[in-house]
């Protein structure tokens, strides 16, 4: 008797001690505006597939523009990073070639397929430099570097636009590409 008397002490006090629910508050956002997600199809996920791939090829783009930029004024440094920038151009355009082979802009539709298109036409630019990029960078570095920034950075825009018309949020820009 005692045993039962000390068990329901025990269960009163402890849900006594529990806090009640707080007031569920109303939702910010209407439930029309939300955007519903849709599961991609084959083509679109294999267009995300091949930009994830190029992608990579563009952070060893950026990364080379980097160390450029970090190198300063010394001039060993400056020469060990214009070399390397020649050498991340030749591996970035196995990455961008790779992965653009799969972006075909018909695997979307309507506003969505120009912004594709566009974003395709940048990684073709990109693709054409970088030849341009790994034989001139230790002749002309400067050159070679505004012109690589300029493409990275018309990329990032056309990037930009093609994630809002899908849906997905954007990321901030690297330091490097919105200098």
Same mark, same amino acid.
């Given at each position: 008797m005692r045993g039962l008397a000390l068990?329901? #002490? &025990? =269960?009163a006090g402890s849900a006594a001690a529990q806090q009640p629910a707080p007031p569920l508050l109303p939702e910010s956002a209407r439930a029309e505006s939300i955007p519903l997600?849709? &599961?991609?199809t084959p083509?679109?996920?294999?267009?995300?597939?091949?930009?994830? @791939?190029?992608?990579?090829? =563009?952070?060893?783009?950026?990364?080379a523009v980097n160390r450029v930029t970090m190198a300063g004024r010394d001039s060993l440094?400056?020469?060990? $990073?214009?070399?390397?920038?020649?050498?991340? #151009?030749?591996?970035?355009?196995?990455?961008?070639?790779?992965?653009?082979?799969?972006?075909?802009? @018909?695997?979307?539709?309507?506003?969505?397929?120009?912004?594709?298109?566009?974003? $395709?036409?940048?990684v073709? @630019?990109? =693709?054409?430099?970088?030849?341009? #990029?790994e034989a001139d960078a230790l002749k002309q570095p400067d050159s070679t570097l505004a012109r690589l920034l300029?493409?990275?950075?018309?990329?990032e825009a056309a990037l930009r636009d093609f994630r809002a018309a899908i849906g997905l949020p954007n990321k901030a820009?690297?330091? @490097? &590409?919105?200098q």
């Open positions: 068990l329901l #002490c &025990v =269960i997600y849709t &599961v991609p083509a679109q996920a294999l267009f995300m597939n091949g930009l994830r @791939t190029v992608g990579r090829g =563009i952070n060893q783009l950026k990364d440094r400056r020469r060990r $990073a214009d070399h390397l920038l020649g050498g991340l #151009c030749g591996a970035a355009r196995g990455f961008m070639i790779r992965g653009r082979g799969r972006m075909q802009a @018909t695997a979307y539709q309507d506003s969505t397929a120009l912004r594709a298109r566009r974003l $395709a036409a940048q073709d @630019t990109l =693709i054409r430099f970088t030849p341009k #990029c300029y493409d990275l950075r018309a990329y820009a690297s330091p @490097t &590409v919105s």
